[in-house]
């Protein structure tokens, strides 16, 4: 095994960033074993890679594969399938969209939250991540599917999906290895994504029986009934359901999971975004028409997703060859993409390692390239929930910040973990001290 792929088997992130700075955004061709992609990180290259010559590098190839086991084809494909989807999809993840379900995402969320009110009462420690997940799988589970999921099967699906992550890494990091070796995880993913096709093919069903124009409106019912376009079978719309499930849920639980101990480490970011709540939200509930008030509060989230993107890396195969800063990149050939490299450029952000949401500043100078800073990819390839994320991310951590103060209990520094989405590695243990002598009562 060569030294670079023992690298990136162990510290697959931080393996790519420190190429990334060493070629100072030149591209990098790997060697890991067998397989040899191209690394690319420089701004330029990687909007000419996403945006300007996006048709030429398809969601395809061996990084891909393992994933469509669970996600299939639909929104995370290519071709006239990812195009029926994303239409269907692109009407829905719109701003005025989200905006009329805040009510509904605000009031789910506040109910969550004021759960947690006993164990700040006996300050049990909790699991931030699985908290994270569970607050935000409630606020999603609505927005897609309505009403038709239970409490129980929401959790299913939490589960589902993280053992999923963690399982599928071997294949991540070693995508030449053969199908009909068995490798380590590849049970339990099996495992996990039959647990999700128990919970999500039956709620398809349900939505289709149901007909249009029942009850509220939500993505399940969306893409069951969308116009246009060729009939689409159940798998079609799983494959969507759980993509789109993935992308919400899992990317803002991640992002919530790290600001925990981002903000145990600059106690004077904490104290700042402590004091925007209690002025904007108060002792709440958080509304959604605090959202465009938390703006401190929105500059901490997108540095959180600088330094610590949930969507790590974003793989493409060149379906022809062609020039990416003076190299010949081979059609065939895999390119690799990763914002959490890119984010760490020297060239390009002023202390990259350090946790700064000043870079963020409404009135800060915008200096930036726009491939620079990309958490949620880019091109006609980017990620549909961007505006959920915003609406959703600022009003957990108000419902969390006006009731409780969390203290981290041990652990760290943190690093990323060898997942497919970039969880931090080891448990983030939280003790949830109350923010005033009487906590309120859930609306």
Not at 205 to 222: F, L, W, Y
Request: proline share 9%; with cysteine.
């Amino acid at each position: 095994m060569s030294r670079m792929l023992a690298t990136f088997v162990r510290d697959p992130a931080n393996g790519l960033a420190e190429l990334g700075t060493r070629a100072h955004g030149g591209v990098v061709r790997l060697k890991l074993g067998p397989f040899r992609p191209y690394l690319v990180t420089h701004p330029d290259h990687v909007q000419q890679v996403l945006r300007g010559n996006w048709a030429n590098y398809r969601r395809e190839g061996m990084f891909w594969n393992p994933l469509k086991r669970m996600l299939g084809d639909g929104i995370l494909g290519d071709g006239p399938v990812w195009e029926t989807s994303r239409a269907i999809l692109q009407s829905l993840f719109t701003a005025p969209y989200v905006a009329s379900l805040a009510g509904v995402i605000a009031s789910t969320i506040d109910a969550r939250v004021a759960e947690l009110d006993g164990l700040a009462r006996t300050g049990a420690p909790i699991d931030a991540a699985r908290e994270m997940a569970a607050i935000v799988n409630q606020s999603v589970v609505r927005v897609l599917f309505g009403d038709r999921v239970s409490r129980r099967d929401s959790e299913r699906l939490i589960s589902a999906y993280h053992t999923a992550d963690a399982a599928v890494t071997v294949r991540l990091l070693m995508p030449f290895m053969p199908y009909r070796l068995p490798l380590p995880g590849d049970r339990a993913f099996m495992n996990a994504v039959a647990a999700i096709d128990d919970v999500v093919f039956p709620v398809i069903r349900q939505a289709k029986a149901e007909g249009p124009g029942h009850g509220e409106v939500d993505v399940v019912s969306a893409l069951c009934h969308g116009a246009g376009g060729p009939p689409r079978d159940e798998r079609w719309i799983r494959d969507d359901l759980v993509s789109v499930y993935a992308a919400a849920s899992e990317t803002t639980a991640t992002t919530l999971t790290w600001l925990w101990p981002l903000l145990d480490a600059h106690p004077e970011v904490a104290a700042r975004l402590y004091a925007e709540i209690d002025e904007v939200v108060g002792e709440g509930p958080p509304l959604p028409s605090h959202v465009p008030e938390l703006r401190y509060t929105k500059m901490v989230l997108q540095e959180v997703m600088r330094l610590y993107p949930a969507g790590w890396l974003f793989p493409r195969m060149a379906t022809e060859s062609e020039q990416i800063g003076g190299t010949r990149v081979k059609a065939g050939s895999m390119v690799l993409i990763s914002p959490y490299a890119t984010h760490r450029l020297e060239g390009f952000w002023d202390r990259p390692l350090v946790f700064d949401p000043e870079r963020f500043a409404p009135d800060a100078p915008r200096r930036r390239h726009r491939y620079v800073y990309f958490p949620f990819g880019g091109g006609p390839h980017q990620c549909l929930g961007q505006h959920l994320f915003y609406m959703d991310a600022p009003l957990i951590v108000a419902a969390l910040l006006s009731r409780f103060r969390p203290v981290s209990v041990g652990g760290g520094p943190f690093t990323p973990a060898r997942t497919a989405l970039l969880r931090p590695r080891g448990r983030v243990i939280l003790r949830l001290r109350p923010a005033r002598t009487t906590l309120r009562s859930p609306r």
